[in-house]
């Protein structure tokens, strides 16, 4: 038999227990605080991401919101 890797199901987190922390790491004052993203555009892809169907969303439609997530805590590790 062939190796096969599996799915973190990410999305299911991202809408259920990490949507706190992702709402709150992609805040308007967190966004502007850190001072590298325009909070107007992470805006747009958040609200889209927690306004779209999961079953109607393609399965790359949420790493924006995912890798933003990720290099916001990564920053508050490394940077602050």
Known sequence: ???QGFG????KYMRGVLK?????AL????????GIFNFKSV????IRFYSAETGKMLWTEHLRVWTLFIFEM????YLD
């Open 43 to 46: 805006n747009e892809e958040v």
């Open 27 to 34: 805040s308007e004052n967190s966004i502007k605080i850190r």
């Open 1 to 3: 038999h062939k190796k």
């Open 74 to 77: 990564w920053a508050r590790s």
């Open 20 to 24: 706190p922390l992702i709402i709150e």
């Open 8 to 11: 973190l199901p990410r999305i």
